[in-house]
């Protein structure tokens, strides 16, 4: 079973900064890695993924202002967050995504103030 552990959350004032990290209990090597996030109701919303290639893939609402990237030696995922914003609260999920395969981590809560 592969284990994903996020990490990096926590209470920021609106305009602020946040980088979450997701580290994975095995290679991430030929594996596609992201993060969603779930607000106040129970749907996970696309954020952001890299491919094993780092191509990286954006939700339209944060492609200005968040930055996926990945760390292949440390088997792990980055979402550095900037400019955030009321609407970025949540709890974000890393995912590990490959050929017939899909793990999620328990989640990190980021809460914004105003």
């Known amino acids: 079973q592969v284990q994903l552990v996020e990490s990096g959350g926590g209470v920021v004032q609106a305009g602020g900064s946040l980088r979450l990290s997701c580290v994975a209990s095995?290679?991430?090597?030929?594996?596609?890695m992201g993060w969603y996030r779930q607000g106040s109701g129970n749907v996970r919303e696309f954020i952001a993924e890299?491919?094993?290639?780092?191509?990286?893939n954006y939700a339209d609402r944060v492609k200005d202002r968040f930055t996926i990237s990945r760390d292949t030696a440390k088997k792990s995922v980055y979402l550095q967050m900037t400019s955030l914003n009321a609407e970025d609260t949540g709890v974000y999920f890393c995912?590990?995504?490959?050929?017939?395969?899909?793990?999620w981590g328990e989640g990190t809560l980021v809460t914004v103030s105003s």
């Open positions: 095995r290679s991430i090597d030929s594996m596609s």
């Open positions: 890299i491919s094993s290639a780092t191509t990286p």
């Open positions: 995912r590990m995504r490959g050929p017939g395969t899909s793990y």
